[in-house]
T-cell receptor, first 115, second 111 residues
């Protein structure tokens, strides 16, 4: 299993500012994933963060808006840039399992409110 | 990735068995079926995964018919604490962290 810690757990931010969310895993993993969960909605994959290379973004998400860092095999950050109220969501990081029955492990999420 | 269809919501009472069915008509040969549970203000949590027939663990059972075009998550004797959103996912299990979540089923367990 993997234990994932996210910081901050929640924040209220002014529009036009940026917030960086940190994700720490208790074991080394090749890939980390960032998701967005808008209020009352399901999860949507934002991007895949690989150590040593640029993140791979899903359709509808761009690096200028959601820059990602992956400095080592246990840590990643997601920045939500130039925020607007539409960015108010829960942001979660995830890693894949390594066992035969492969499962994903998720952090508790960062609840972001943009005012 | 195969699209999944689940009921939007279900109600149950404590002590009952709950069955949530997921349709995935376009499931591919290499796809596995995985179910997650999500409580408010928490990330999703893995419940069970299977490829065919029946899988059982300490939490739930997963029934998959021979054509694999659907699957049923069975929760025995639910309690109030089982109130959550349940997601059915279909995909290759070698990259579980990269998942496509459907709309999920909101299960409400009543006393």
């Amino acid at each position: 299993s993997a234990v994932i810690s996210q910081k901050p757990s929640r924040d209220i931010c002014q529009r036009g500012t940026s917030l960086t969310i940190q994700c720490q895993v208790d074991s080394q993993v090749t890939m980390m994933f960032w998701y967005r969960q808008q209020p009352g909605q399901s999860l949507t994959l934002i991007a895949t963060a690989n150590q040593g290379s640029e993140a791979t973004y899903e359709s509808g998400f761009v690096i200028d808006k959601f820059p990602i860092s992956r400095p080592n095999l246990t840590f990643s950050t997601l920045t939500v840039s130039n925020m607007s109220p539409e960015d108010s969501s829960i942001y979660l990081c995830s890693v894949g399992g390594t066992q035969v029955v492969t499962e994903a492990f998720f952090g508790q999420g960062t609840r972001l409110t943009v005012v | 990735l195969a699209k999944t269809t689940q009921p939007i919501s279900m109600d149950s009472y404590e002590g009952q068995e709950v069955n949530i069915t997921c349709s995935h008509n376009n499931i591919a040969t290499n796809d596995y079926i995985t179910w997650y549970q999500q409580f408010p203000s928490q990330g999703p949590r893995f419940i069970i995964q299977g490829y065919k027939t029946k899988v059982t663990n300490e939490v739930a059972s997963l029934f998959i018919p021979a054509d694999r075009k659907s699957s049923t998550l069975s929760l025995p004797r639910v309690s109030l604490s089982d109130t959550a959103v349940y997601y059915c996912l279909v995909g290759v299990n070698t990259n579980a962290g990269k998942s496509t979540f459907g709309d999920g089923t909101t299960l409400t367990v009543k006393p």
